[in-house]
């Protein structure tokens, strides 16, 4: 049992500052990418088109890190290994983060903060609309996860506020899905992770009925 | 010039009765058989001036990448030219991969020496060509266009190569041809994207002969003073600068003439999204992409915006082709 207690004792220690660190590694290494181009150090080191690159690194992050909030429950019930779920909410606020981000680069790097360029953008291009709905579900979400907002709301208001994680990440993959030519790769994958996130979820769900049923 | 076939019944018999590589195998037989030595023998039926080239040693292919000699034209942009680096390595290319970079990681495994077009359908002059017949490497000219990606972006590319017409012209489309269709070479060994099942292969693109009869229309073989690139479609590629890239077929292997409008590639895999016309057109906004603006690469710093133009600036060279039909519908 030595073991497991040097687990848990690093699981308060150092989990939380390991996974803001592990958070912040893509926005460092795209700022180091900007620096580079933009210093000349590099002036190639984002390709050719790097208002694509970047928003499409942001969003894929945002997607990822989605996930990897999705994921931390199934996890933790698989591993038992209970320190997880103290990290769920600070990945979840980061993959809001990234959204924003995201979106920021999208207004700026191509859409040049042109207001009738974005409604045009936002009426015609169904996958822009999702995306949005996407982001706007995050904001209060993003909004309530510290601990005083957790009190002030009650533990069941709060749950039933953040069941909302479901649909926006089903609209953040199929934002994802609908964006490119061809479906295929990244996006693919992004929504078969989902699909098997949610099922686990509804797995689970069943069997907890049943065993109440059984009861 | 015009085009004269060799006057021959036993060849044309052969021409007609077999298959268009048979026929290009009996053909070689044939000329060997009747005395012609030397490549310029072995090309066959081909145009008087690529002979002439031949003797002067210049009808030669240019290797992907080799010195091209071209003279000035009078199609120039105005704005700076893309970086050479950056027409090599961003390419669209699926045969070869979907991402941007896979194309010019893996394309360059495709042999491209002794290119030849197999030329079919409508015409009167059907029969497998070595591409040095077709296209005469010492008359090339050098047209520096805008290209338009439906993806949003553009580029401004320095091609090299020859009118598309008067090679058409020269392959004798019969009189009920009404359009021409590209077909790239599908290479199974060397393109590694063939899997990925969202287009169909080969890779179509066609236009119809009003079309192909703009002096815009261009046969492109080199760019940036240098025989193509294989990821940006060596020998031999189409370049319809008032239509959306994705109208130039690359590496051509097969020109086919017919009656009726051809299937092409993008056309059918989503025709709500991408029409035959395709022209560059900033009044029809597409699903994905406004096609209002687009962002110019190639020319460092800041991706500049730039606002897109009717026929990709060729309005006054092509608006004529289209003057009763309805752009949006038609699109």
Known sequence: MAGNAALRAFGRLWLKPLTLLALALPFIFLAWQWIQ???????????????????????????????????????????????????????????????????????????????????????????????????????????????????????????????????????????????VKVIYGAPLVHAVILAALLAWRIWKLAAGQRATARA | MELTFRRNEAYQALRSEMTPHESYIRRREFLAAAGFTGAAGLLGGLPAHAQTASAQGAAVQIAPGGAMKARTSAYTVADPTAAEQDFTSYCNFYEFGMDKDDPPRNAGKMNVANWKVTVEGETDAPGVYDLTSLIDYAA???????????????????????????????????????????????????????????LDWPYSEALHLNEARNDLAFLAVGAYGKGLKQQNGAPIRTVVPWKYGYKGAKSVSTIRFTTSQPPTAWNTANPSEYGFLSNVNPNRSHPRWSQTMERVLG?????????????????????????????????
């Open chain 2, 299 to 331: 020319v460092g710093g800041f991706n500049p915006q730039r606002r897109t133009e009717m026929f990709n600036g060729y309005e006054s060279q092509v608006a004529y082709l289209y003057k009763d039909i309805d752009l949006i519908k038609f699109h």
């Open chain 2, 140 to 198: 090339l000219e050098e047209r520096v266009y805008r290209h338009r990606c439906v993806e949003r972006w553009s580029m401004v590319v320095p091609w090299i190569g020859v009118p598309m017409w008067p090679v058409l012209n020269r392959l004798k489309p019969k009189p009920e041809a009404r359009y021409v269709q590209f077909l790239t070479r599908l290479d199974p060994s060397s393109m590694v994207g063939l899997g990925f099942g969202g």
């Open chain 1, 37 to 179: 181009v933009l210093t000349g150090i590099d002036p190639r080191a984002m390709g050719t088109d790097f208002v694509a690159y970047t928003h499409h690194f942001l969003g894929d992050t945002a997607i990822r890190v989605l996930l990897i909030t999705l994921a931390i429950t199934p996890l933790r019930d698989l591993t038992g290994w209970a320190p997880l779920a103290l990290v769920r909410r600070r990945i979840g606020v980061a993959a809001f983060i990234y959204s924003a981000l995201h979106m920021i680069a999208y207004l700026w790097l191509d859409q040049n903060w042109d207001l009738a360029l974005l409604w045009e953008d936002m009426v015609l291009r169904t996958y822009i609309m999702l995306g949005m709905l996407a982001l706007v579900l995050m904001l209060p979400l993003a909004l309530t996860s510290t601990n005083g907002m957790i009190r002030r709301l009650g533990r069941k208001a709060w749950d039933r506020l953040h069941w909302l994680i479901y649909p926006l990440a089903v609209l953040a993959v199929a934002h994802n899905l609908l964006m």
